[in-house]
């Protein structure tokens, strides 16, 4: 390998939990199994620039910049995520590595970034690998290696390495799943679930008052801890059987159960963890309302925020946007909504796609 700065770079998507992940044992290993819709259009870039330093030293030597910025918050956290991945990866010591990245979701849209930013980050580290050992890998390896190293900085950043649905812990519903790394979830080419979109409704930008950080920490103690995890498990098994057989008011019901069991988690942990706002129920008041009069298969579902994601298929697509501008637009914060859709997952860049 040469002397000179070598330019590795991918765009990774976002995405949205149907089955939510809750909670976690030591080393970002998951309480429970979930299962996610990547998306397409709300993505973070990263390119890692490397070359060999001079002098030989153990220590991690970077520049993070964020949107052109350098941000020490930011360098901080990287820094402390490649010293923890050292025993996997040694190799991060002997450069001078350089991080330039961007999301290219609205900023200040509340939307939570860790998954398409560190699955970014995890995708580039090991192209780095890949070069510095100067040994390829089979893409099945490399995507399940990136997940595995995606999940040691976000959780839910293990399912982003992937397109479409993803499901990430170790359940009887899919045999190559595992605690280690996110799976495909593959479907059949002709299902309706191909063609899942979803509108992000922003109900609030403002930075949210319980980290996802803080919350799985709040699961240690909590008191329905337990039945958390037989509900989440009950949950991924019913819906992977209703994905099967195309029933899709059991996704609708069994999703919705999930984002609210998430909320009503926090609501009980002891915390002042109350995220929903008033227009994040007036949005669900809605949903079920417009769904009663029209028997359109849509459904909500909510990360740890106030905004509400609206999941819709395709083919439903214009009386779903009417009914977006007409009824729930209001309720979004300077009526701001983001159009996103299922995705076919991460891309590599080439340098001159630099940012
Ligand atoms: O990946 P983390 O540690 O930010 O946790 C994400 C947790 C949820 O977004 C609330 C649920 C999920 O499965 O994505």
């Known amino acids: 390998m040469s002397e000179e700065n070598i330019n590795i770079g991918w765009r990774a998507p976002s995405n949205i939990a149907l089955i939510k992940y809750w909670g976690k044992r030591a080393n970002q290993l998951p309480e429970n199994g979930s299962l ?26 970077l520049n993070y910049y964020f949107h052109g910025d350098r941000l020490p918050q930011f360098e901080k956290k990287t820094e402390l995520l490649l010293n923890n991945l050292l025993p996997e990866m040694p190799f991060l010591v002997d450069y001078e590595l350089e991080f330039h990245s961007e999301n290219n979701f609205p900023h200040s849209t509340g939307i939570a970034s860790s998954a398409s930013s560190m699955s970014a980050l995890a995708l580039c580290l090991v192209s780095m690998e890949e070069l510095v050992n100067g040994k390829k890998m089979s893409r099945e390896i490399f995507f399940r290696r990136s997940s595995h190293i995606a999940r040691l900085g976000s959780g839910s950043a293990s399912r982003s390495v992937y397109g479409g649905l993803v499901l990430w812990g170790n359940t009887p ?4 799943s595992s605690d280690e790394y996110a799976t495909p979830y593959l479907l059949p080419e002709d299902s309706r679930l191909n063609k899942l979109m979803d509108i992000i409704l922003i109900v ?13 920490a709040l699961m240690n103690e909590h008191p329905y801890r337990d039945g958390r995890k037989s509900q989440a498990n009950t949950n991924l098994e019913k819906i992977t059987e209703a994905i099967r057989t195309n029933d899709y008011q059991t996704i609708a019901s069994i999703a919705e159960n999930e984002a609210l069991s998430l909320h009503a988690l926090l609501m009980t942990s002891g915390s002042d963890g109350l995220l929903l706002k008033p227009g994040t129920l007036h949005i669900i008041e ?6 009663d009069s029209t028997g359109l298969d849509i459904f909500y579902t909510i990360d740890a925020g106030p905004n509400v994601h609206l999941i819709y298929y395709e083919d439903q697509r214009e009386q779903v946007l009417s009914f977006v501008q007409k009824s729930l637009s209001q309720y979004c914060e300077g009526g701001q909504w983001i159009d996103d859709k299922m995705g076919n997952g991460p891309v590599q860049l080439t ?3 630099k940012i």
């Open 286 to 291: 809605e949903i079920k309302r417009y769904r």
């Open 204 to 216: 609030s930008s403002m930075q949210k008052s319980v980290s996802s950080s803080k919350g799985h």
């Open 173 to 176: 519903c899919l045999k190559e």
């Open 36 to 61: 996610s819709i990547t998306l397409e259009k709300s993505t973070t870039t990263t390119f890692l620039s490397f070359r060999k330093k001079e002098s030989g030293n153990s220590e991690i030597a």
């Open 351 to 353: 340098p001159e796609q």
